[in-house]
């Protein structure tokens, strides 16, 4: 975990020092504020995941809307004992969602960075497509309605006019409301996904 930290760090800090000459030159005022397109992966509690969406233009001179979408997948088999009942359920849920985020950002540091801050509202279906493909047991957690909510801080350097990476860390929580409120998997992947999250990733201004 160390080395992953200590790479992740070497990274961003490579990107910087090649990045920051680039975007010297750039004319700030109206940077990072027409329409974006995002793609990250990330960290949300136990699941990673991958997003894409869109970042709507500037609303005045730093409210931002985006609208995302978002697979997150747990990291490995997920277990899970029912300490009331001792019931047990290993599986490997999936969640397909839509997010709409929205927030506030700085003005430009140094003529490329840009801290930021935004709250993202997710909404989907969660399920398990692996056990299904390998066992065929169908969706184990059953019709559901997925929703969370996670807050977060980060910082966007604009490599150029047109194209910026950038790094978000944060938190919050993910729930289920499920069709069938006893089932274990429903249960068990109800809090899968809530606690720390990260994500890092690219954004295109066209």
Request: hydrophobic fraction near 45%; aromatic fraction near 12%.
């Amino acid at each position: 975990m160390f080395k992953a930290k200590q790479l992740l760090g070497t990274l961003l800090l490579g990107t910087l020092l090649i990045a920051a000459p680039a975007a010297a030159d750039t004319d700030t005022e109206d940077l990072g504020k027409s329409l974006g397109l995002e793609f990250a992966p990330g960290m949300m509690g136990s699941l990673s995941f991958m997003q894409a969406g869109v970042t709507l233009p500037t609303l005045g001179s730093s409210f931002q809307i985006g609208i995302k979408g978002r697979m997150c997948s747990s990291l490995t088999w997920a277990t899970f004992i029912d300490q009331e009942t001792g019931e047990q359920a290993s599986f490997h849920p999936v969640t397909a969602a839509g997010v709409i985020s929205f927030g506030g950002s700085g003005p430009i540091l140094h003529g490329a960075v840009r801290p930021y801050g935004a709250t993202d509202i997710l909404l989907g279906y969660t399920f398990t497509p692996y056990d299904n493909l390998i066992y065929g047991t169908g969706n184990l957690v059953g019709p559901n309605l997925t929703f969370g909510v996670f807050g977060y801080f980060g910082l966007e350097l604009f490599t150029s006019d047109r194209m910026a990476v950038f790094l978000d860390a944060g938190g919050g929580f993910k729930m289920l409301k499920p069709e069938d409120s006893e089932n274990i998997y429903a249960i068990a992947a109800s809090w899968l996904g809530s606690g720390f999250g990260i994500k890092m990733g690219i954004r295109f201004y066209p």
